[in-house]
């Protein structure tokens, strides 16, 4: 449960409070559950998709298709969600420092990129991969003490009868559609779709349950602890706005959050980039080595980080998981058509993939301040 959970309750922890009470207020709650709600639909499908192949049932010339391009379009996802990751570690590795600026933010993550490049090129990531588990035991630390800190924080403005109803700033279409643009910040859980080599079925679709039941209980309490205690405007929206929440809860919490997000976003970077080209060498049949991956995800990388601003990229990656969990639930709706015991299981699935490409389609990124 810990490789999908650590996924989960990632980056998404770092943007998505101050980005939700800033625009939905005393309904920020309510649209998490929404967007939690969503996630678990599409890992439903996914589930799905373990349960039938490790039960052996045939599957159509379609759907087979549907799963190479869908794995693609995964390889793709990676090489925009690394970007998504060390652009928020720019941003938070200079925030404290007298460097602080979104030149020197992204002066920081092209070196990453490099640094990252190099190592991959030469060496491969095997030396790294050890700093995977320490940084996620660092990152639940620092969550779960980041909780017990505005829990205590939220009790006395409670008691001081200090309380907020903020109204949202956004409604109807527009609140939709950002909502939609934020679904990577809920995303991760398809990571025990690929642990087939370390874990049977069963234990890799109950791990995937898990972590979304325990990633959804983690962030509505922190969305609950957030949106009624904190003014949406009275504090700028950018990348790195859950710092001046937190040191308003106690001084000692933005230095950890940035530890946390040093520690997570290199991690999780390096994760994805060997995800990546793993990949890549996968579907090309080892005629593509993973080292080649490396050099074009940094380089659309590099795009990402000088031509666009972080919240874009959010709302790129977004799109680029939204295409892969469509195409997932259409796999799944082809898979049931075919299969007369799983026959009306087809619409659920069949909306579900409609979903996942009006989401590619219609997200749309956060206006920071």
């Known amino acids: 449960m810990i490789t999908p959970l650590a996924s989960i309750i990632g980056s998404g922890f770092l943007v998505l409070g101050p980005i939700l009470n800033d625009s939905f207020g005393a309904y920020a709650p309510l649209m998490l559950l929404v967007l939690c709600g969503v996630a678990y639909l599409f890992g439903h499908a996914i589930r799905f998709n373990i349960a039938e192949l490790n039960n052996g049932t045939p599957r159509p010339f379609l759907a087979e298709r549907m799963e190479t391009l869908s794995s693609w379009m995964l390889s793709f996802a990676y090489f925009i969600s690394v970007a998504y990751y060390l652009n928020l570690l720019g941003a938070f590795g200079m925030r404290l420092t007298p460097w602080n600026s979104p030149l020197n933010a992204r002066l920081l993550t092209t070196a990453v990129f490099l640094f990252i490049l190099f190592i991959g090129w030469t060496r491969g990531f095997k030396a790294l991969e050890h700093l995977e588990e320490y940084s ?3 990152k639940l630390a620092i969550i779960a003490g980041l909780l017990v800190g505005m829990g205590f ?11 907020l109803l903020n ?10 559609t950002l909502a939609f643009g934020l679904l990577i ?4 859980f398809e990571t025990s779709r690929y642990l087939g080599e370390t874990y049977d079925a069963k234990t890799r679709i109950r791990s995937m349950k898990q972590a979304q039941w325990l990633s959804t209980l983690i962030y509505i309490v922190y969305i609950v602890l957030l949106a009624y205690v904190f003014a949406p405007g009275t504090m700028k929206l950018t990348e790195t706005a859950i710092i001046d929440m937190m040191e308003v809860v106690a001084p000692i919490l933005p230095f950890l959050l940035i530890i946390a997000a040093l520690a997570a976003q290199f991690s999780a970077a ?5 995800g990546a080209g793993g990949l ?7 005629r593509l080595k993973p080292r080649d991956a490396y050099a074009v995800l940094v380089a659309i990388g590099l795009l ?46 069949g909306a579900l993939a409609i979903l996942g490409f009006a989401i590619a389609i219609f997200g749309r990124a956060v206006e920071g301040g």
């Open 136 to 138: 996620v035991g660092i």
């Open 153 to 163: 924080y939220f009790t006395n403005r409670a008691v001081e009868g200090a309380m």
């Open 167 to 176: 109204p949202p700033t956004i409604t109807g279409w527009p609140a939709l």
């Open 185 to 188: 910040t809920v995303q991760g």
């Open 270 to 274: 390096i994760a994805d980039t060997s």
């Open 280 to 286: 890549v060498e996968e579907l090309t049949s080892h």
């Open 304 to 349: 990402l980080t000088w031509a666009t601003d972080i919240f874009q990229i959010i709302a790129y990656a977004s799109r680029a998981f939204a295409l892969y969990y469509g195409m997932q639930a259409a796999i799944a709706a082809i898979t049931a058509a075919k299969t007369p015991r799983l026959h009306r299981a087809k619409w659920f699935y």
